[in-house]
């Protein structure tokens, strides 16, 4: 069983950063890859970021490409996703989703957290 827990989500002014950690409760967590989703009001849910499970091959959407970085600790079984120059169109829900391959589609993972929203105001 593997339980995905995100939080770091809020309210933030556009240009401004947060940090969204995904802890995930696994005895083998070095062993997932691990990825970030947004779906945000009316849309269909997105690929944003997702990385091995070593850490050594990351992927992001185009949009976030230079602003949003993806990170790993092995040591305390927490991905983050540092997200900077936040802009209006990055407000969503944040989901975090594991999975023992690596993927950048929904249907490539089966554990999924709840979700965190991040609201970025003007």
């Known amino acids: 069983q593997v339980n995905l827990v995100e939080s770091g989500g809020g309210l933030v002014q556009a240009g401004g950063s947060l940090r969204l950690s995904c802890a995930v409760s696994?005895?083998?967590?070095?062993?997932?890859?691990v990825a970030w989703f947004r779906q945000a009001p009316g849309k269909a849910r997105e690929f944003v970021a997702a990385i091995n499970w070593s850490g050594g091959a990351t992927d992001y959407t185009d949009s976030v490409k230079g602003r949003f970085t993806i990170s790993r600790d092995n040591a305390h079984d927490t991905v983050y996703l540092q997200m900077n120059s936040l802009k209006l169109e990055d407000t969503a829900v944040y989901s975090c989703a594991a999975e023992r391959t690596y993927g950048l589609r929904p249907y490539n993972y089966d554990y999924w957290g709840q979700g965190t929203q991040v609201t970025v105001s003007s």
């Open positions: 696994t005895s083998a967590f070095n062993t997932l890859a």
